[in-house]
């Protein structure tokens, strides 16, 4: 790749692919006469639209597809695991330049585009063409173009269209390209957003989306997106004359949204995550991910957690839009419209969306963006997203074959892959946890929890405690950094297999973990999404579990507010046997059935009147 090497990278001739192309290639390929197709990626980001029309190729016995990377972006970190990924054959880009190729398909305009042999496709890599971009004058100098994507600087090569085909999702973009660039618009083409279309198909899953991001009945699910630059929502200098507002943001997620009644994710562009490096971005975030926040990885998983948020704190990025688009209520942390073409449709999200200040509460702002939102808020913006919802795939692959001049395969449709599952991600919270609880009623009594990760040395939780609560405990991870707190912990929590052979069963782990913290009054093994073990200081052990709702699934509230819930039982004054056969417990305006399984005979107790000291 341009752009330097990498330490042990193979350079120069050594690094040019012999097969399936190459000097003498035809000796040792198998299938020959392939059209060759080239996918070119600029950075992570552009390669992210590269890997959703990959499909469109998929069982054509007469097409080779390549990779390559143009090595202009500065964004280069992650593109070799990223093209790894994708499985293809990757030529350098200067044996790219000198190979010719039946297509050429690209993401962005950056590198050298004009040098390839071959048909041009050029398709956005987020939603249509929105965002002002500074380029080099002949003096070195920076200038400010109109739009990225749409002006003459990125559209021309010596006053001739770059591009034989220019995709674009909606007519307005066509006619903003006309306006800016009229030589290039008659390589405009129609063909909807790819991108789009996959979350499209992925709607009707949201349930399970949502289960599969952790979020539990009652759960509302908060996304902060963000995209890169100073001036986005993560960057924090989007208005002079405001204070950054990332790390308020960051704190008050914690402080001020109970755990067991709000979910946090978030997702950042890729820029972010590959400029500044994967693990200073999670030390960036070290706290608010300790306080149970966590952070999507920059490749996958994305689009479905928009999918299952209920509201989404962005910026002016396309994540943002694209929430809107599907009916999700956006609140924006940063705005700078200065960045974008006044006439796209992101900036007239920008017009139209709430904003979200620094002032008063962060939760008041949440809740009344997700009380007043009316799903069709945003419908002339969904519109716009794309004029063929759900054909993508069909106009894209149409485009492409027409442009190699191959028949389109006859034996099966255009397809997309279909969004993944996403592996199982519960909250996990390693930072201490303020549990504030109450037990209502007689018949049957009642325990209601609400329960706060506590990062910073602020104001308790207790100090505004509503009416019902009548005592507060810490539970506190025994993997938590702040090991000095496990010495004063009220209830002491641990997350693993209850096979797990370094800690031995949990009936073992939790008698040991009492003797370890002496002023605990509970332990708590957690060996599943929806139940724990328990044991208290007396020595009873006993099962906590979710019961199973009308459709056969447990609860995935986590498990460590039942022990809290069990705590709370206790120190009120109550004996366990009085807690046989379960519990209700209460987070916010959810119920949860717990029942309460003794794991072996219980024995006389005296009731539990304190934690610790």
């Given at each position: 790749m341009a752009g330097g090497a990498a330490a042990g990278e193979v350079t120069g001739e050594a690094a040019r692919v012999r097969v399936p192309v190459g000097e003498g290639a035809e000796r040792w390929v198998t299938r020959v006469g392939c059209r060759r197709v080239l996918f070119i990626v600029h950075n992570v980001t552009s390669a992210t639209r590269l890997l959703d029309v990959l499909p469109l190729f998929s069982g054509d016995l007469r097409v080779q597809m390549f990779a390559t990377c143009t090595g202009s972006s500065p964004f280069l970190a992650g593109v070799p695991e990223l093209l790894a990924r994708a499985g293809l054959p990757v030529l350098p880009w200067e044996q790219a330049r000198d190979t010719p190729f039946d297509l050429a398909v690209s993401a962005s305009y950056g590198g050298e585009l004009s040098a390839l042999q071959g048909k041009l496709a050029v398709l956005s890599h987020g939603v249509g063409y929105n965002?002002?971009?500074?380029?080099?004058?002949?003096?070195?100098?920076?200038?400010?173009?109109?739009?990225?994507?749409?002006?003459?600087?990125?559209?021309?090569?010596?006053?001739?269209?770059?591009?034989?085909?220019?995709?674009?999702?909606?007519?307005?973009?066509?006619?903003?390209?006309?306006?800016?660039?009229?030589?290039?618009?008659?390589?405009?083409?129609?063909?909807?957003?790819?991108?789009?279309?996959?979350?499209?198909?992925?709607?009707?899953?949201?349930?399970?989306?949502?289960?599969?991001?952790?979020?539990?009945?009652?759960?509302?699910?908060?996304?902060?997106?963000?995209?890169?630059a100073p001036r986005s929502l993560f960057g924090g200098d989007w208005e002079p004359a405001a204070d950054d507002l990332l790390p308020w943001l960051l704190s008050r997620l914690s402080a001020e949204l109970p755990a067991d009644e709000y979910r946090t994710v978030a997702v950042l562009h890729p820029n972010i995550w590959y400029g500044h490096g994967p693990g200073q971005v999670r030390a960036w975030l070290g706290n608010a991910r300790r306080a149970g926040l966590d952070a999507i990885p920059p490749l996958d998983g994305w689009r479905q957690a928009l999918i299952a948020a209920d509201c989404v704190l962005g910026d002016h990025s396309s994540v943002t839009y694209y929430a809107a688009s599907i009916g999700v209520p956006v609140l924006l942390g940063a705005f700078p419209q200065q960045d974008l073409d006044p006439l796209s449709p992101v900036a007239a999200l920008g017009r139209s969306a709430p904003r979200l200040v620094r002032r008063g509460s962060l939760r008041a702002q949440i809740d009344r963006v997700m009380a007043a939102h009316d799903p069709g808020r945003y419908k002339e913006l969904a519109e716009q997203t794309s004029s063929a919802p759900g054909e993508s795939a069909a106009l894209l692959?149409?485009?492409?074959?027409?442009?190699?001049?191959?028949?389109?395969?006859?034996?099966?449709?255009?397809?997309?892959?279909?969004?993944?599952?996403?592996?199982?991600?519960?909250?996990?919270?390693?930072?201490?946890?303020?549990?504030?609880?109450?037990?209502?009623?007689?018949?049957?009594?009642?325990?209601?929890?609400?329960?706060?990760?506590?990062?910073?040395?602020?104001?308790?939780?207790?100090?505004?405690?509503?009416?019902?609560?009548?005592s507060a405990h810490t539970v506190v991870d025994e993997e938590t950094p702040q090991t000095g707190r496990l010495r004063i912990a009220d209830v002491v929590v641990r997350y693993a297999a209850g096979d797990d052979p370094r800690l031995g069963p949990p009936a073992a782990w939790t008698a040991e973990a009492l003797d370890r913290y002496p002023y605990c009054g509970l332990t708590a093994y957690v060996d599943g999404p929806d139940r724990c073990v328990v044991r208290t200081r007396e020595g009873d052990l006993v099962r906590l579990s979710a019961a199973a709702g009308p459709d056969g699934r447990a609860d995935l509230c986590d498990p460590a507010a039942y022990a809290s819930a069990l705590h709370a039982w206790l120190t009120s004054g109550r004996d366990l046997a009085d807690a046989v056969p379960g519990i209700t417990v209460r987070t916010g305006d959810t119920v949860h059935h717990v029942t309460v399984d003794p794991l072996a005979p219980l024995a006389p107790v005296t009731p539990l009147t304190s934690g610790a000291p």
């Open positions: 965002k002002r971009l500074a380029t080099p004058d002949n003096t070195g100098q920076h200038r400010t173009t109109p739009v990225f994507g749409l002006s003459p600087d990125w559209l021309l090569h010596d006053g001739r269209p770059l591009a034989d085909a220019t995709v674009l999702s909606h007519p307005e973009q066509l006619d903003r390209l006309r306006s800016a660039c009229p030589q290039a618009a008659p390589t405009a083409v129609l063909a909807g957003d790819p991108c789009y279309d996959r979350i499209l198909a992925a709607l009707p899953q949201r349930a399970l989306l949502r289960r599969a991001l952790g979020v539990g009945p009652g759960q509302r699910l908060i996304v902060v997106s963000s995209t890169w692959r149409r485009l492409f074959y027409g442009l190699m001049g191959l028949p389109e395969p006859a034996a099966h449709p255009a397809l997309l892959d279909p969004l993944p599952l996403p592996p199982y991600l519960p909250a996990r919270r390693t930072a201490p946890v303020r549990v504030l609880s109450g037990v209502i009623g007689t018949a049957p009594p009642e325990v209601s929890v609400v329960r706060h990760a506590v990062v910073s040395d602020g104001p308790d939780p207790a100090d505004d405690a509503a009416p019902w609560v009548d």
